[in-house]
């Protein structure tokens, strides 16, 4: 559980480091473009589909729901199907809410977290080019793909795969080590919009139990 937990926050902070105009830079400024075009994001919304496949490709479950992200380290990702869970965090605090079992996990944002590879994106190019191999390629439609292969062998995947159609983020892709295979597919998104930060923190409702983490 706790390493579901991570690596999807791991994908969320990804999701926001990412995604602005890194396609507009060649092979050997992979890196630098990255890091540099953090801050062109402030924000980013829309919704999200998830799939996660076995090693021979056989699709193990799927879900969706919608995000609102903030920098720095704010999210609220809303799991709607099949199950609702929700994921928030104000860069501090992170709650993980299932209503149907009347439960929300709170743990603090510490270093085991903020250590993952994504969280990695918001540092220096130096620090990307020792954390990952990243290699870029252009696929159909002419849409950039990004490879990040993480140097450290303990880190919660094998490699990381971003896709985008001009400025647009649309896939993320992670490959772990099991050789499972978890696709989030990104549509409606709007980027730098006004945010209601209520939605970074989280009271439980009435009869919900609280689990400390």
């Not at 801050?39 to 919608?66: H, V």
């Not at 647009?168 to 209601?196: A, K, M, W, Y």
């Amino acid at each position: 559980m706790l390493n579901r937990l991570k690596l999807m926050i791991s994908v969320v902070w990804l999701g926001l480091a990412t995604v602005s105009a890194v396609c507009a830079a060649d092979e050997s400024s992979s890196v630098n473009a990255l890091r540099d075009t953090l801050a062109a994001t402030t924000s980013l919304s829309g919704k999200f589909e998830q799939t996660l496949r076995d090693a021979e490709g056989e699709l193990i479950e799927t879900s969706a729901g919608n995000f609102v992200l903030q920098r720095p380290g704010r999210f609220f990702w809303h799991t709607l199907e099949p199950f609702e869970q929700q994921l928030i965090s104000d860069g501090s605090t992170i709650w993980l809410y299932d209503p149907d079992l009347m439960q929300v996990t709170v743990r603090p944002v510490t270093d085991d977290l903020k250590n993952t590879p994504a969280a990695l994106l918001s540092e220096s190019a130096e620090s990307l080019a020792e954390a990952f191999l990243i290699t870029r390629s252009v696929g159909q439609e002419g849409r950039v793909v990004f490879g990040l292969t993480p140097v450290d062998d303990d880190s919660l995947f094998a490699r990381l795969e971003l896709e985008f159609d001009g400025q647009q983020l649309l896939r993320i892709v992670v490959h772990d080590s099991l050789n499972q295979t978890t696709e989030f597919s990104l549509s409606n998104t709007e980027r730098n919009q006004p945010v209601d930060a209520a939605q970074f923190t989280f009271s439980a409702p009435d009869g919900v139990d609280v689990l400390i983490d």
